[in-house]
């Protein structure tokens, strides 16, 4: 079943968020009217002939007065409301017995074929759709068929719908600029509820909720204006937990201090598909996603978000793409699934075990190469040796030198066992140490 919404004076913005609280499948057919599908709705707002009835009540909560109609095609309910001035519930099959005494202007024909329509004393629904068909085509060509299809309620089609390119922004400008974390945590309680309300109501979460600032100007030391703050929190999961992003933000704006009074406050929220999750049977508990993001934000606010080269200083290592030793950062702790690419087994490669701290030793060169190794307060001879690997961490940029040279060794250690070892000059220091041992 599909249903049509018909309102004079009314935005089509308005008439189409009245729609949607009702199908996710509406189209904007013309100024004044929409069509919705209901095909699966009936669990939810039960049969089709009760639908009209909540869309007229909900149209007037909205401000404004609807005349709706149900049939089982589009172009029927949609010339059914613009037909009857009353809410109508058409069957199948009544379509041609119910549309019999419409006025043939409500088809909207152009003015050169209503006029020929008039000459020929067709003015009704049942008129035209009593016309023969043949004859009908000859005379008014596809046009005149297409009429009388729509006069017989038997036109078929689907609904061109597309979907609502929404901004889940909302904002508040304060008569009286306010200089308290009070005041604005309780605009942003209130600003961040409507959104997951408005998420919520639309089976949405969000990813991603951002805050902009608006402050009275003020003007640094160094003769910048600055009237703007901005900040973005990204939740682990996406959530429509209003109190949740507030009390996120708030922990994080706590540590924030403002030179200025905030005169308007703008909050805006990116929306994403919720998360599903099932737990197992005999999984061991883990704490919710929510709760782990609130400690992680009350640890940045007693060790702080970052260091002075801006790299977080909460968050897991990870390993950067770099020749520089143990060269790494932090990044944000994350709940999301990792899809990982099936690889192919590769044969046993040896490990490097590195020790910490590097350990510091002696070693003796014969033709520049590693002849002796002094480890665990004994010299050991070297097997074999491979090497040197000169390296500076940044070997692509002129400006570093070459500031290690890396030796892989073969010790004989005691009773003749035979172990692998990386070794390296730091040439800053002039010094050698022992980095690690092949497992």
Same mark, same amino acid.
């Given at each position: 079943?599909?249903?049509?919404?018909?309102?004079?004076?009314?935005?089509?913005?308005?008439?189409?968020?009245?729609?949607?609280?009702?199908?996710?499948?509406?189209?904007?057919?013309?100024?004044?009217?929409v069509?919705?599908?209901?095909?699966?709705?009936?669990?939810?707002?039960?049969q089709?002939?009760?639908?009209?009835?909540?869309i007229?009540?909900?149209?007037? &909560?909205?401000?404004?007065?609807?005349?709706?109609?149900?049939?089982?095609?589009?172009?029927?309910?949609?010339y059914?409301?613009?037909?009857?001035?009353e809410?109508?519930?058409?069957?199948?099959?009544?379509?041609?017995?119910?549309?019999?005494?419409?006025?043939?202007?409500?088809?909207?024909?152009?003015p050169?074929?209503?006029?020929?329509?008039?000459?020929?004393g067709?003015r009704?629904?049942?008129?035209?759709?009593?016309?023969? $068909?043949?004859?009908?085509?000859q005379?008014?060509?596809?046009?005149?068929?297409?009429?009388?299809?729509?006069?017989?309620?038997?036109?078929?089609?689907?609904?061109? $719908?597309?979907?609502?390119?929404?901004?889940?922004?909302?904002?508040?400008?304060?008569d009286?600029?306010?200089?308290?974390?009070?005041?604005?945590a309780?605009i942003?309680?209130?600003l961040?509820?409507?959104?997951?309300?408005?998420?919520?109501?639309?089976?949405?979460?969000t990813t991603?909720?951002?805050?902009?600032l608006?402050?009275?100007?003020?003007?640094?030391?160094?003769?910048?204006?600055?009237?703007?703050?901005?900040?973005?929190?990204?939740p682990?999961?996406? $959530?429509?937990?209003?109190?949740?992003?507030?009390?996120?933000?708030c922990?994080?704006?706590n540590?924030?201090?403002?030179?200025?009074?905030?005169?308007?406050?703008?909050?805006?929220?990116?929306?994403?598909?919720?998360?599903?999750?099932?737990?197992?049977?005999?999984?061991?508990?883990?704490?919710?996603?929510?709760?782990?993001?609130?400690?992680?934000?009350?640890?940045?606010?007693?060790?702080?978000?970052?260091?002075?080269?801006?790299?977080?200083?909460?968050?897991?290592?990870?390993?950067?793409?770099?020749?520089?030793?143990?060269?790494?950062?932090?990044?944000?702790?994350?709940?999301?699934?990792?899809?990982?690419?099936?690889?192919?087994?590769?044969?046993?490669?040896?490990?490097?075990?590195?020790?910490?701290?590097?350990?510091?030793?002696?070693?003796?060169?014969?033709?520049?190469?590693?002849?002796?190794?002094?480890?665990?307060?004994?010299?050991?001879?070297?097997?074999?040796?491979?090497?040197?690997?000169?390296?500076?961490?940044?070997?692509?940029? &002129?400006?570093?030198?070459?500031?290690?040279?890396?030796?892989d060794?073969?010790?004989?250690?005691?009773?003749?066992?035979?172990?692998?070892?990386?070794?390296?000059?730091?040439?800053?220091?002039?010094?050698?140490?022992?980095q690690?041992a092949?497992?």
């Amino acid at each position: 079943m599909f249903a049509a919404i018909h309102a004079n004076d009314v935005s089509q913005t308005l008439l189409l968020e009245c729609a949607r609280e009702f199908s996710p499948c509406v189209e904007s057919t013309a100024p004044g009217i929409v069509l919705l599908d209901l095909h699966g709705t009936e669990r939810l707002l039960g049969q089709p002939q009760s639908v009209g009835k909540q869309i007229v009540s909900r149209s007037k &909560e909205l401000g404004f007065d609807a005349r709706v109609a149900v049939a089982a095609n589009p172009d029927a309910a949609q010339y059914a409301a613009l037909g009857f001035s009353e809410t109508t519930f058409i069957a199948p099959g009544q379509e041609r017995q119910r549309f019999a005494s419409l006025p043939v202007s409500v088809l909207s024909p152009a003015p050169e074929m209503l006029e020929t329509l008039e000459g020929w004393g067709v003015r009704t629904f049942a008129e035209l759709a009593a016309l023969p $068909t043949i004859a009908l085509t000859q005379r008014l060509g596809q046009e005149g068929l297409r009429l009388q299809k729509l006069a017989r309620g038997g036109s078929e089609r689907f609904l061109l $719908t597309d979907e609502p390119e929404e901004n889940y922004i909302e904002e508040y400008e304060f008569d009286d600029p306010i200089e308290t974390l009070e005041s604005l945590a309780f605009i942003l309680n209130r600003l961040t509820h409507d959104l997951c309300e408005k998420l919520s109501s639309r089976a949405l979460a969000t990813t991603e909720l951002w805050l902009r600032l608006e402050f009275e100007s003020y003007r640094l030391h160094s003769g910048q204006d600055v009237q703007i703050y901005e900040h973005v929190w990204k939740p682990p999961r996406p $959530t429509s937990d209003a109190n949740f992003l507030c009390r996120l933000a708030c922990l994080d704006l706590n540590e924030v201090t403002f030179e200025a009074p905030i005169k308007k406050v703008s909050v805006e929220v990116i929306p994403s598909r919720p998360r599903s999750t099932q737990g197992g049977l005999f999984a061991p508990v883990s704490p919710e996603p929510e709760k782990l993001e609130i400690t992680l934000a009350r640890i940045r606010g007693v060790v702080g978000s970052a260091d002075d080269n801006g790299t977080s200083c909460v968050g897991s290592p990870r390993v950067l793409d770099s020749h520089k030793p143990d060269s790494f950062t932090v990044q944000s702790f994350t709940t999301m699934p990792v899809k990982q690419k099936s690889q192919p087994r590769h044969a046993p490669a040896l490990a490097l075990r590195l020790f910490r701290p590097e350990l510091e030793s002696a070693v003796e060169l014969t033709r520049d190469k590693p002849h002796f190794v002094r480890l665990w307060k004994k010299h050991r001879r070297v097997v074999s040796a491979s090497g040197p690997w000169s390296s500076s961490g940044y070997w692509w940029n &002129e400006s570093f030198t070459w500031m290690r040279d890396e030796w892989d060794v073969a010790l004989k250690m005691s009773k003749g066992k035979i172990e692998l070892y990386r070794i390296y000059l730091d040439r800053l220091r002039g010094k050698w140490f022992v980095q690690g041992a092949f497992d």
